[in-house]
């Protein structure tokens, strides 16, 4: 054996499949992978090759993970397929160990076999096991109108409206566009209403492409009875109707974003009703399966960040502050603009952390000296800077802010930092950006897991939060007790009913919160409403605020009373404040709404997860009692009269609306 | 690698099958689910793979393997 030095992965490659052929399999595998360390990212061809190999070697699990990597190699349609059957004969997308499970029903205008295929392939990208059925073809609006349809037999989670521009009952020019635009979009918010009436399953519509192919060419944004421009109200219009009850897939963006003559290929329309064309249903998967995980909570929350070479050119400790490319030419222009694209995101609601191989005090020179800079230390909820590893610090970031490695988003332009994050922590997902700074902003823009399904106060605070925390982190250091820690804070917690303001922020934390969460329901908006209706009811959220920062809404029960006894259905609080003793204060409350109410037992519920060890004994310590285990849920109880009322003297309790 | 042996790959990628054999009187029907969807998934590949585009009515009017590799041969020949 006498592999060269020079060899690129193509070489590799080709021993590799020698190898196969030969039936070394083991070193057929060394041979892949060898060539898979040394690509960003590794080709398609290369996935597929590993992921049959594994196959062979009857290692299911890693051929899954190669099979799913073919998605992070771009968007070639006859790979993602080869990739589909390869899973789905191993596995028929069952038992890979998924974050998530849900079913998703997919009613289309046009053929949707293919999206219904590759759909379970992107969402197992994100962590979701998905199943995926298809209504019979342009049958979607009976199926969601008839309450008896296959499709709501199947009690989906996701109903995705598949529809195109061909399904407008516009006319190409309309003396009254205005009512032509209503009459168009109440057509489909009819069909939302239908479904939230039918199925607990949450709408998401596809807007609509609008066609390459334009008779009023220039004029048709200027005349708004044109279809063109009648189309593009319609867009406008569903977006303020869907608001939070319904998830818009932006297909008219997404078909700007590839060209709308590639959207689609006029032969495959004709041949077989392919509205979007083969080769577009990749990265139309892959943003309708970014749409889904939002709803699940999958979002990831922090991008750490290197410094060097990523957010500025050149290395501070060696080229010095005057050294190193920021604005004044074309490339210190390029990481001005990466920066201001961060910023954005942080606007947004993405938590911001410095991870870099340095000296911490060259680290912090140019935020604290260079004007060129955009990003200021401010802006980071932690910053670290030592000689350690970048796994070691992604695991003390993520120890710091409370928050999974699975949250978290690592970007660098070394390659050799990228490909040890992937080998050591998996859960993190790395974003290795390309050679040129140029294109930096780019390719972090086509990162999807920042999508959300909402926007709320607590989004555009959350890297202050953060920060406040970490803060806390280290007055814990020297508190001598938590108890002292606690009486030093300040800490007050606003308690309300929900509302319709607080609403969508109360159904993101039921989607995604996994340590404190005692029943982990994922409730969806329909089923909290269903809740806010019922008088037996009671429902609260608690703010909390304390001398650091406001931490906005971050804890809610749901419970049901029955006669005498009221049960918790649902007690949740954001990991960002747990440690705090906000959990009596919670039971304070809902032990003085209960005795108003001549409860005389509240009952919990622990049902274990892989997430919620933390919470195990909560109830225990609250003082209930342990009644019998059933099938692994452990039900407690708390006797009123019995053990007296629950008091927390370290948070002080405000009431909004009760 | 021939045409015949690029068209075979594209065949055992689309029907996921390795040991697949192409001989020229094959058609749909000698190979277990090349159904009307696998079809245009098959035509996409070839497409993708030798960088061709059929015309609209060529899509479905091939009478056998013999025939489209002729096609190909047609289209790839310098």
Redesign the interface.
Known sequence: MNPSQNSGPGSAIERGNYLRKSGDLARAVDAYLAAAARSEPVPASLCLALA?TYLLLDDIASAVRWAVRVTDAGD???AW??AV??VQ?ATRWKNVDPRRRSRVAIAGSF?T??LQAILPLAALRLGIELEVTEAPYGQYRQELLNPASALYRNRPDFIILAVHEGEFALPSVSANPEREVATEISRWTSLWDAAALHSAGRVVQFNFALPAEQPFGHLGVRMPGTRYAMAQAVNAGLGSAAGTRVDILDCERLSALVGKERWLD???W???K?AVS??VLPLMARHLAAVIAADLGLSRKCLVLDLDNTLWGGVIGEDGLAGIKLGGDATGESFVAFQEYILRLKHKGVILAACSKNNEVDAREPFESHPDMKLKLDDFAVFVANWDTKPDNLVRIAGILNIGLDALVFVDDNPVECAAVRRELPQVDVIALPEDPAYYARSLSRYLLFETASFTGEDAQRTAQYRARAEVASLEKSARSLEELWASLDMVATIAPFDEVNLPRIVQLIGKTNQFNLTTRRHGLPQVEAFTRNPDCIHFSLRLRDRFADHGLVGLIIAVQQRQIIEIDTWLMSCRVIGRSVEKTMLEYLYSHATRRGVTVIRGLYIPTAKNQLVKEIYGEMGFTRLEENSGAQAWEYDLAGVGPIKNHYIQIKTIGD | MSIHQQLEQ?FR??F?D?SLVLRDQMTSLDIAGWD??AH??LM??LE??FGI????NE??EFKDIGELEKYLEQKSAP
Do not use: E, W
Request: proline share 5%; net charge neutral; aromatic share 10%.
């Open positions: 049959r070639d349609f006859p397929m080869t059957a390869l004969n053929t076999t293919q006029p032969r495959y004709h041949l077989s392919q083969l080769q | 594209v990628d689309v996921n390795d009307s969807m245009i998934n996409f590949s993708a793979a585009q059929f015309k609209g899509l479905a």
